[in-house]
């Protein structure tokens, strides 16, 4: 429970990440607290917005779009666990397979979002170039 209480942690700090180097937050929009706030609460609403139901499992329902790379990248970071858990004479702990880590983000994922939002279509019509978008960074 320990190690995966670490986990957990370590999850919240990739969202950090998310937010300084992937959504480019990096400095403060204003010197005043209000607005250190309003931009607190948008970066969290765009990443929840991304992460959560509203976009990433909408995508995966409706379209069958996943991003894969994501997938593969968390794939791979398990078996490379079960192995060295192995080696060891262990066993992976069934949380870590149960967990999906939603709180990292490709790159590229977040880049096609940004990139069809500046477009200016409508959300079905951009779902085709989305696909392509996703496709191009496997």
Not at 40 to 62: G, I, K
Not at 76 to 104: N, Y
Request: glycine fraction near 4%; proline fraction near 2%; include cysteine.
């Amino acid at each position: 429970m320990i190690a995966f209480a670490y986990l957990l942690r370590w999850r919240i700090e990739k969202v950090y990440d998310t937010t300084k180097n992937k959504l480019g937050q990096t400095k403060a929009w204003a010197n005043g607290p209000v607005a250190q706030a309003m931009q607190s609460h948008f970066v969290a609403l765009t990443h929840n917005l991304l992460v959560l139901v509203l976009f990433l499992e909408q995508l995966r329902l409706d379209h069958g779009l996943t991003d894969q790379k994501l997938i593969d990248k968390r794939i791979e970071h398990l078996a490379g666990r079960a192995a060295r858990a192995e080696c060891r004479g262990r066993i992976l702990s069934p949380f870590l397979r149960l967990v999906f880590d939603a709180s990292q983000l490709s790159a590229q994922f977040i880049r096609c979002v940004r990139d069809l939002m500046t477009v200016g279509t409508r959300y079905i019509d951009a779902i085709p170039r989305f696909r392509c978008m996703l496709a191009a960074y496997l």
